[in-house]
């Protein structure tokens, strides 16, 4: 079992910055490829970034590429989201999701590839 909890979100406007933090616990954090996701209103749920085991592979969504960067720190079991030039477009409920891999340089970028959810944060910019 692993339980994740976000935070960093909130209100911000257009062209400003934000950085999302995800902490996991429950499991060695160093075993574990992470994504982030996201889900406006009415909208289904989209793929945002993921990063490998070891930090050393990552991934991002078309939209958010050279705007958003995925960091991790293994030591301190948190993933990192630091959002820049944001958009009215990127409002919505951000969620980390995880999973157990033996793939060290694996990302994942299908929701439906990950085992663990955390309960998302809001980030809302305005225009």
């Known amino acids: 079992q692993v339980l994740l909890v976000e935070s960093g979100g909130g209100l911000v406007q257009a062209g400003g910055s934000l950085r999302l933090s995800c902490v996991a616990s429950?499991?060695?954090?160093?075993?574990?490829?992470m994504g982030w996701f996201r889900q406006a209103p009415g909208k289904e749920r989209e793929f945002v970034g993921a990063v490998s085991r070891t930090d050393s592979i990552t991934l991002y969504a078309d939209s958010v590429k050279d705007r958003f960067t995925i960091s991790r720190d293994n030591a301190k079991n948190t993933m990192y989201l630091q959002m820049n030039s944001l958009k009215p477009e990127d409002t919505a409920v951000y969620s980390c999701?995880?999973?157990?891999?033996?793939?060290?340089?694996?990302?994942?970028?299908?929701?439906?590839?990950?085992?663990?959810w955390g309960q998302g944060t809001q980030v809302t910019v305005s225009s």
């Open positions: 999701a995880t999973r157990f891999t033996l793939c060290v340089s694996c990302v994942y970028n299908d929701g439906s590839q990950y085992t663990y």
């Open positions: 429950g499991r060695t954090f160093s075993g574990l490829a």
